[in-house]
T-cell receptor
Framework: SQKIEQNSEALNIQEGKTATLTCNYT??????LQWYRQDPGRGPVFLLL???NEKEKRKERLKVTFDTTLKQSLFHITASQPADSATYLC?????????????WGLGTSLAVNP | NAGVTQTPKFQVLKTGQSMTLQCAQD?????MSWYRQDPGMGLRLIHY???????DQGEVPNGYNVSRSTTEDFPLRLLSAAPSQTSVYFC?????????????FGSGTRLTVV
């Protein structure tokens, strides 16, 4: 069956370190993989999108990698700050580009300690 | 630029009541959608629209109706509320019908059905 998995355990790191979050998927052929940030009581906020033919995408302190062989995306936050504390969601669109097939992970909670 | 606006932010309904959750966007996005978010279930697509006059079902459409008479508005109607519809509802829009630019979410409506 199709599945998308993120680390269910919260990630706690020290300020200034690099946070790395994982998104694994099975039985999909994703066209795009997206990362969002969600704060308590708020809607998800779009961060980065990476296409199936891209290996890496960067935006300021954020970096996303995409390995279609391993069926995995890694999301990195460098020089992390307490303000980066939130839940991070990954979502993928299958190769048909059908919005009905946008599949979401459950998210990983990140806490950056000062 | 308001983005995606949802109203109300909170609502309590009695079983059997009906109500409409409002969603409006001012970005001229063709694609709009409704999600519900439940603990342990993640974001699940209820209904979506790729343009005015066009709607389609998502993963969990039962008990909900939508219409899209204008590009800006995409209301979600609960026909006869049930406790199983207690959830947080998010409206999301995108300039692309294939999701290749990410999605803009509203701040959500927290609905409790008693």
């Amino acid at each position: 069956s199709q599945k998308i998995e993120q680390n269910s355990e919260a990630l706690n790191i020290q300020e200034g370190k690099t946070a790395t979050l994982t998104c694994n998927y099975t039985n999909y052929s994703p066209a795009y993989l997206q990362w969002y940030r969600q704060d308590p009581g708020r809607g998800p906020v779009f961060l980065l999108l990476i296409r199936e033919n891209e290996k890496e995408k960067r935006k300021e302190r954020l970096k996303v990698t995409f390995d279609t062989t391993l069926k995995q995306s890694l999301f990195h936050i460098t020089a992390s700050q307490p303000a980066d504390s939130a839940t991070y969601l990954c979502a993928l669109t299958d190769n048909a580009g059908n919005n009905r097939k946008l599949i979401w992970g459950l998210g990983t909670s990140l806490a950056v300690n000062p | 630029n308001a983005g995606v606006t949802q109203t109300p932010k909170f609502q309590v309904l009695k079983t059997g009541q009906s109500m409409t959750l409002q969603c409006a966007q001012d970005m001229n996005h063709e694609y709009m959608s409704w999600y519900r978010q439940d603990p342990g279930m993640g974001l699940r697509l209820i209904h979506y629209s790729v343009g005015a006059g066009i709607t389609d079902q998502g993963e969990v459409p039962n008990g909900y109706n939508v219409s899209r008479s204008t590009t800006e508005d995409f209301p979600l109607r609960l026909l006869s509320a049930a406790p199983s519809q207690t959830s947080v509802y998010f409206c999301a829009s995108s300039s692309s019908t294939t999701g290749r630019y990410g999605y803009t979410f509203g701040s959500g409506t927290r609905l409790t059905v008693v």
